[in-house]
């Protein structure tokens, strides 16, 4: 039978635990408001009072906390409790550089840190579904990801250094939350016709642009020279059309992605750039 901790039983970290716990393993949980440790008790959970305590005499531990500074808080909790070799694997969602600190001085300190961030809801935890990202040594990779994809549909080992997972976290979210803007925006330029989410949806039934996104980002980094297809001019003026249609006759909108962008194209058009393809203005470095 499995033994594992699992720190920190919010929303994901308890479907983390109700997973475990239904596939028969033995599960030691540990959260900072103890009120939330009820349910997975009634459950089969072993319950402690202190993460030291959670971890002792378990196989792997899963970290599932709100950042770093709570991170390195509970690490150092555990003190000597934590058994050697153990795998300590994080799937809190941190700051890249404090993550390659965090590793290199756990390392140096014989603690097996293995930062693991996923894009996961808490219904996925529970059902054993989503993305696990995975970094750090290829030997840990290797001997670890077997047991990991039990708690995920996909694990995805980006790499040697240890932030990179963490990168690539914070890349994807960057996406998911600026999608939700940028749809609330689209929807406020629907709303001026009438139109809701259910047209935003047959839009998207025939016009997705999901696909295209790969495309995006090549043509952006080749944005700086070539021909241009649609320059930065017009899509600043369909930019211009976007927010006049939102604002309809009474000049009211509040739109939370398109004024940055129509700023950053002002931007990149006194720079001299108006006749280069318009992805320029969101070009790093441009």
């Known amino acids: 039978m499995e ?3 699992v720190i920190g039983v919010g929303l994901l970290g308890a479907g983390f635990a109700e997973h475990l716990l239904d596939r028969g393993a033995r599960v030691q949980v540990w959260n900072r408001t103890a009120s939330k440790l009820a349910p997975l008790a009634e459950r089969g959970a072993v319950v402690a009072d202190t993460p030291a305590d959670a971890i002792r005499g378990v196989d792997r531990v899963h970290i599932v906390l709100s950042e770093d500074d709570a991170v390195d808080a509970v690490i150092a909790a555990m003190g000597p409790a934590l058994a050697p070799g153990v795998p300590v694997v994080d799937h809190s969602t941190n700051e890249p550089a404090k993550v390659a600190a965090r590793f290199q001085r756990l390392r140096a300190a014989g603690i097996r840190y293995i930062p693991a961030p996923v894009f996961m809801a808490p219904a996925n935890s529970r059902a ?6 995975l970094a750090g040594p290829a030997a840990d990779a290797e001997a670890l990801t077997a047991t990991l994809l039990t708690m995920t549909g996909r694990v995805w080992y980006c790499g040697e250094r240890p932030e990179l997972a963490a990168v690539y976290k914070l ?3 960057s996406l998911i939350i600026g999608m939700s803007g940028v749809l609330g925006d689209a929807l406020q330029i ?3 016709a009438g139109f809701g989410p259910a047209e935003m949806l ?5 016009f997705n642009p999901g696909g295209m996104l ?3 980002v090549q043509r952006m980094e080749r944005s700086p020279r070539g021909d241009a297809s649609f320059t930065l001019e017009m899509a600043r003026k369909d930019v211009r059309l976007m927010i006049e249609t939102a604002a309809g006759p ?3 909108s509040d739109l939370h992605v398109l004024p940055g962008i129509a700023a950053g194209m002002d931007a990149a058009i006194a720079r001299g750039h108006a006749k280069r393809d318009y992805p320029i203005f969101a070009r790093r470095g441009r």
Do not use: R
């Not at 054993?128 to 990202?133: D, F, I, N, V």
């Not at 047959?202 to 025939?206: A, G, I, K, V, Y």
């Open 202 to 206: 047959t839009l998207l039934e025939n």
């Open 190 to 192: 629907g709303g001026s």
């Open 3 to 5: 033994n594992v901790a």
């Open 214 to 216: 790969p495309a995006f």
């Open 171 to 173: 890349m994807g979210n």
């Open 250 to 252: 009474t000049g009211a």
């Open 128 to 133: 054993g579904t989503g993305l696990m990202l």
